[in-house]
């Protein structure tokens, strides 16, 4: 049986209503603990704020609204609704744009897989209104990247960043993901042709997927997805190397846990196979401790294995419930994420890879004729020494 992590007594009314509101099913018994958090002193600004910060505005408002709405003050109510209508009017401005992009890569031959964003609205909620996302992130095959680059800007991308094209090489050899940035529309496209960098040892491309791609519904036609196995522990990788830090991660996993009919042993199978267990471990124990949701009986005796995983719960618990407009720095989310890994000797690559492994940032701060290819161990650390050298800079006004 895994540990009971203490309750906390002293967290706020507000991050404690937030909770309850975003939960994938509410029961008689979370509806009474909402009535009870609402009568007690809520600051509604602040829970607005972390509301907000959280991506789970639009869950707070539609909970609210479904279930107590006499309870809740009638401005308070309208500045949610009005809150939540804007974020859902950009999600669906955001679905429409992803549906024509698929569209435009499968006529020039690119075979692309969207993952987060729209997939996973619909995946952990089954309402693309329900989830509050920002961007597009498309997977693609390493040697489609720069057809994929052409087509976006043909239709008005532009690089996000300061990446000449002499440097593309460099970032295809250290990066995952090059972005573009639709200026008129204000979309942000994630190109991907790996799942996340190497520094966090998930080898997670399209080639290792393709053969195992699912289908969804979503706009009257079929997707392909990535497999259920690999999506949840690539959420879970992706929670983890940034410490938890937006409680609407959490919330996709309960939402995936509650909504899929799975094998947790094939799960689990996989996230042996790529050395991520006591991750995938750690975002499902999350779910449970915070959203109260049943574990799958394969889950719980994995669990027992993994003793550590109940001390990382508690600090990004302990964050959210004390801190929760907190954003974790670069040093406690690399080693929070270090020590998330079973094996010693993946905490020992993940460390120096963190340390030494260039990664977009880097590779902007080096100037053309800096020779990564002989030299590229270097240009992180000075980076990150330079971010931490105070300078003067002029007050902007």
């Known amino acids: 049986m895994?540990?009971?992590i203490k309750e906390d007594t002293s967290v706020r009314p507000e991050a404690a209503l937030l909770i309850q509101c975003s939960r994938p099913i509410v029961d008689a018994d979370a509806k009474r603990r909402i009535e009870q958090l609402i009568r007690s002193d809520v600051?509604?600004?602040?829970?607005?704020?972390?509301?907000?910060?959280?991506?789970?505005?639009?869950?707070?408002?539609?909970?609210?609204?479904?279930?107590?709405?006499?309870?809740?003050?009638?401005a308070q109510l309208a500045m949610l609704q009005a809150d939540a209508n804007q974020i859902t009017g950009r999600t669906l401005q955001l679905t429409r744009e992803l549906l024509d992009l698929?569209?435009?890569?499968?006529?020039?031959?690119?075979?692309?897989?969207?993952?987060?964003?729209?997939?996973?609205?619909?995946?952990?909620?089954?309402?693309v209104g329900r989830r509050d996302?920002?961007?597009l992130d498309l997977l693609v095959r390493r040697t489609d990247v720069s057809k994929t680059i052409t087509m976006l800007r043909v239709r008005g991308y532009e690089p996000a960043s300061q990446i000449s094209t002499e440097r593309l090489s460099a970032l295809f050899q250290f990066d995952h993901e090059y972005e573009l940035f639709h200026s008129a529309d204000n979309i942000h496209v994630g190109l991907h042709w790996q799942?996340?960098?190497?520094?966090?040892?998930?080898?997670?491309?399209?080639?290792?997927?393709?053969?195992?791609l699912e289908q969804v519904r979503m706009g009257g036609r079929s997707i392909q997805v990535l497999p259920k196995t690999d999506r949840i522990i690539a959420l879970c990788v992706h929670g983890t190397k940034h410490r938890w830090g937006r409680l609407l991660?959490?919330?996709?996993?309960?939402?995936?846990?509650?909504?899929?009919?799975?094998?947790?042993?094939?799960?689990?199978?996989?996230?042996?196979?790529?050395?991520?267990?006591r991750i995938l471990l750690l975002g499902m124990r999350l779910a449970n401790v915070l959203y109260r949701i049943e574990l799958p009986e394969?889950?719980?005796?994995?669990?027992?294995?993994?003793s550590a995983v109940d001390s990382l719960v508690a600090e990004a618990r302990a964050t959210f419930l004390h801190s929760p407009l907190e954003w974790p720095n670069y040093f406690d989310r690399s080693w929070y994420y270090i020590r998330a890994h079973e094996r010693r000797m993946d905490r020992a690559r993940c460390a120096g890879r963190l340390l030494l492994s260039p990664e977009k940032q880097d590779v902007e701060f080096a100037s053309d004729s800096f020779d990564l290819d002989e030299w590229h161990y270097l240009i992180r650390p000075v980076r990150i020494l330079?971010?931490?050298?105070?300078?003067d800079k002029p007050i902007s006004r």
């Open 386 to 391: 330079f971010d931490l050298v105070p300078v």
């Open 195 to 212: 799942i996340a960098d190497d520094d966090y040892l998930f080898p997670v491309h399209y080639q290792s997927v393709a053969d195992r």
């Open 298 to 306: 394969a889950v719980r005796e994995r669990l027992n294995a993994h």
């Open 2 to 4: 895994t540990g009971r």
């Open 133 to 135: 996302f920002r961007d």
């Open 249 to 277: 991660w959490v919330a996709d996993i309960a939402g995936l846990t509650q909504n899929w009919e799975v094998s947790w042993g094939a799960i689990l199978d996989r996230a042996r196979q790529l050395h991520k267990e």
């Open 102 to 127: 698929l569209e435009q890569c499968e006529a020039h031959g690119i075979d692309a897989v969207p993952f987060k964003g729209p997939i996973l609205s619909v995946s952990a909620y089954g309402d």
């Open 43 to 74: 600051e509604w600004e602040y829970l607005r704020r972390i509301a907000r910060f959280h991506g789970l505005l639009p869950a707070l408002y539609q909970r609210l609204a479904r279930t107590c709405a006499d309870s809740v003050p009638s």
